[in-house]
């Protein structure tokens, strides 16, 4: 999966800072935002592959850039994996409403996160395949 | 017979005359023979013979009655005969009529004795009716005082859903005086902001079951309030639906305090996760080998020790607010210069200011500026405004650090200004709540709006003091606090 692009965005700077080490140490590259309308005006500058976003957020939060991202035509279907501190933050219907491809409670583990990753860039490639 | 009565009357008649006479002239009898004659005579005459007549007859009835008399005794005797009673027969002897009064007085005592038992009896019962009666008012009066002194709502209501009974709580919920209200309907007593509450009543009647619980919300003075509602049937004997009692106890608060649980559990942990979750990650990071060198190995080592400090703050802060909250912590009060204070804690707060080119200006010591305090609480505060102070000021700004002294109303104050980001006016209200952040200052800096919240109950909770804040957009803040000076006599005392 390297040289895939993936936008890290959290408001702690330490967390998008051991991401952005784990993906990079892992072939991938990482763009950074700390707030979710930072994240999507990156998101449609860059065009990443996959976005790991935090839930809670200033400015704007991990489910209103989901919902933004959603309704943009360039990144309609860019799948997205939620980390959150708050258990049951987002209901299923919410998941599945919002196309979230994955949900991580905090704290978590980088190489669970960088597996999640790498699951869900190649399903996604899979489906592209098969078309 | 009735010429005779005639006569007789007449007779009489002129007797009473003759009584009556004012004159006293002899006998009338020779007056009205004078006047009227043979006709006065012969009635006088058939006057006689009525006498006669009567006479006979009366005597005629007698013996008639003697024989009827005779006949009904022999009647009598025969039948109790039959009855085996022997009281004598048709010709009673002298010797047996003694014995027949006898018994006839002894059943008729028997009969005044049973009767005399059944009036006791029924006396008996009348005063158990009275008793009955009495208690069951007293019942009444006692569920009556019992329902009054309810804080709940309670309505009790009949079969025809009439009220029967209910106490001020429910009158001042549903908006009706009870004492104008008896036997009204419970629809007309009820408005339409409360026609969910009839609906239940009606519903509940129609399920099975002795009573029906459900939550339900009402506007109660313009503002919305949950009630835990309970409604129990009443059952006759004949176990049909005769009454409904409804108790309605107002759980608002409960649900604002649990909300407030909640909510407070939710921002603990996501407050303690977020520390958690740097030092989880950076230490997994080490493990798998994945500091490549040892510049990003030290990187990581300082990232978990400061996470870990952080995490430390966090819960000191929080179990800091549980303790003055609960009044379960130590204070150790004495007599500190704040000016001390201040002076300890800007050398804490120094590096920190540098870093951000913020100018700190400090104050000129006071001559006698000294509070009866927790030292290290007070220390806490000071470095809680000041570190606050310098986070949410722009490089280039400055914090200024004053102590006054007002020694007529016996106060210290404190005042933190900077040139800050400000706080909108709107918000000032809510800063000292527990873990309450400006939603526009979120990106100026971290926080766990902890900070001011344990200000607040160290300055009011444990040393009676007062916080305040003014604030204005753009331009920056000033935080403060005011504390009781301590007497001067008492610190000299302690300082010798």
Redesign the interface.
């Known amino acids: 999966m390297s040289g895939k692009k993936v936008l890290v965005v959290d ?2 700077i ?2 998008i ?3 952005a ?2 993906l990079r ?1 892992n072939g991938y590259e990482v763009i950074t935002a ?2 979710g309308a930072e994240a999507f005006e990156a998101a449609l500058k860059e065009k990443p592959d996959i976005v790991v976003t935090d839930f ?1 957020m ?2 704007m939060t991990g489910l209103e850039l989901i919902e933004k991202l959603r309704q943009c035509e360039q990144t309609k279907n860019t799948p997205v994996i939620m980390l959150t ?3 049951f933050a987002i209901s299923k219907e919410q998941q599945e409403s919002l196309q979230i491809a994955g949900c991580l409670s ?6 669970e996160l960088l597996e999640n990753i790498e699951d869900i860039l190649y399903q996604r490639e899979l489906i592209v395949d098969n078309r | 017979m009735v010429t005779g009565i005639v006569a007789f009357s007449l007779f009489i008649g002129g007797l009473a005359q003759w009584q009556s006479s004012d004159t006293g002239e002899g006998w009338r009898f020779a007056g009205y023979i004078q006047r009227w004659g043979p006709c006065v005579l012969v009635c006088y005459i058939a006057a006689a013979v009525g006498v006669i007549l009567l006479g006979w007859h009366c005597f005629t009835l007698a013996g008639k009655i003697t024989s009827i008399a005779r006949l009904l005794k022999e009647k009598l005797t025969a039948e109790n005969a039959n009855k085996g009673i022997k009281i004598g027969n048709s010709a009673l002897s002298a010797v047996k009529k003694p014995a027949i009064i006898k018994e006839l007085n002894q059943a008729i005592e028997q009969l005044l004795a049973k009767s005399s038992e059944h009036i006791a009896h029924l006396e008996n019962q009348i005063k158990d009716l009275q008793i009955q009666i009495q208690l069951s008012q007293r019942r009444e009066k006692n569920t009556e005082a019992i329902i009054y002194s309810i804080r709940d709502a309670v309505i009790v209501i009949d079969e025809f859903d009439k009220l029967l009974m209910a106490n001020e709580a429910a009158g001042k919920l549903f908006g009706f005086d009870f004492k104008d209200s008896r036997q009204k309907t419970i629809s007309e007593l009820i408005g339409a902001d409360h026609r969910k509450f009839a609906d239940l009543i009606s519903h509940s009647r129609q399920t099975g079951g002795r009573a029906t619980r459900q939550e339900v919300e009402f506007f109660q003075e313009g503002t919305p309030k949950a009630f835990d509602c309970i409604i129990s049937r009443v059952y006759d004997q004949a176990e049909r639906i005769c009454g409904v009692v409804a108790v309605l106890h107002d759980i608002t608060r409960e649900k604002e305090i649990s909300q407030m649980k909640n909510d407070f559990v ?1 921002h603990v ?2 407050e303690l ?2 520390p ?7 230490s ?2 080490l493990s ?1 080998g ?3 060198d040892e510049q ?1 190995r030290k990187e990581f080592y300082s ?1 978990i020790q400061n ?1 870990a400090k952080r995490l430390n703050r966090l819960i000191e802060d929080i179990l800091n607010i549980s303790r003055i909250e609960s009044g379960l912590i130590k204070i150790k009060k004495e007599p500190v210069s704040l000016t001390i204070l201040i002076e300890e804690q800007l050398q804490m707060i120094k590096s920190y200011a540098e870093e951000k080119n913020i100018e700190i200006i400090g104050q000129k010591p006071i001559v006698f500026d000294q509070v009866y305090a927790d030292k290290d609480m007070i220390s806490q505060v000071i470095v809680n405004l000041l570190s606050n102070a310098v986070k949410y000021t722009r490089p280039g700004g400055s914090v200024t650090i004053k102590t006054e002294v007002d020694e007529i109303a016996g106060l210290a104050k404190v005042t933190i200004t900077d040139t800050g980001v400000g706080i909108p006016e709107s918000e000032l209200g809510h800063l000292f709540e527990k873990f309450y952040r400006v ?1 526009a200052n ?2 100026v800096a971290k926080g766990t709006g902890l900070g001011l919240n344990l200000v607040k109950q160290i300055i009011e909770k444990v040393h009676n003091g007062r916080v305040f804040v003014e604030s204005k957009v753009g331009e920056g803040s000033t935080f403060g606090f005011e504390l009781p000076l301590a007497a001067r006599e008492a610190v000299e005392v302690t300082q010798r």
């Open positions: 408001d702690e330490h967390i800072h051991v991401v080490i784990k140490n700390d707030n809670q200033p400015v501190a708050r258990s905090k704290p978590f583990s980088p190489r | 939710s942990s996501h996760k977020t958690l979750a740097s030092i989880m990650a950076y997994e990071m798998d994945e500091a490549n990003t990232v996470q939603e979120k990106n």
